[in-house]
């Protein structure tokens, strides 16, 4: 026997489960993306605040990237790059916990944390294209930090300008 289970939206509709479960899919597919680069700045997070409006208010799903480099002095850690990645991972997440407790939880959108090796204009670019995403949202400080390197004729659809 099929379950019966109230849908809990606009229209009030009901639905089995599994008709109910393809709904959610094809909602999920068609929920557009928003891709927002931090580099644990307290500007960059700040701005999040704006990001998070803007994606509530859209209903779009919120990927926020952190991109690092292996790059450091070589007097600092035990001089291994894997102990530094662990270094710059755990703090990375130490910021991540902050903001989904601090921000995201209470907003009921969809969002998803990133956290890569490498130049953010090339992680940016890359996850434009692999995640599909719809609009990029820059904080002041982020646009001024890639605007050599990120081009408009690239970006085409995907750029948004978010202004804190």
């Known amino acids: 026997m099929t379950k019966i289970i109230k849908c809990i939206d606009h229209f009030n509709r009901i639905w089995t489960e599994d008709q109910f479960i393809l709904h959610w899919r094809a909602d999920r597919m068609l929920k557009k ?3 927002y680069p931090i580099n644990l700045k307290e500007d960059t997070t700040y701005c999040l605040n704006k990001a998070v409006e803007l ?3 859209n ?3 919120l990927i926020i990237l952190y991109a690092y480099r292996l790059i450091k002095p070589y007097n600092e850690g035990d001089g291994t790059s894997q ?13 991540f916990d902050k903001i989904e407790v601090d921000l995201l939880k209470s907003k009921g959108i969809d969002y998803r944390f990133l ?8 992680r940016i670019k890359i ?3 692999t995640q599909d995403i719809d609009y990029l949202i820059l904080c002041p400080s982020m646009q001024e930090s890639l605007k050599n390197e990120i081009h408009e004729e ?3 659809k995907a750029s948004v300008q978010l202004v804190a």
């Open 55 to 57: 994606c509530e208010k």
């Open 83 to 95: 102990s530094f990645k662990k270094e710059i991972e755990n703090k990375a997440k130490f910021i």
């Open 154 to 156: 690239f970006l085409g």
């Open 33 to 35: 993306k928003a891709l």
């Open 115 to 122: 956290s890569e090796v490498g130049f953010m204009a090339d």
């Open 59 to 61: 209903n779009w799903e």
């Open 127 to 129: 996850n434009i294209k």
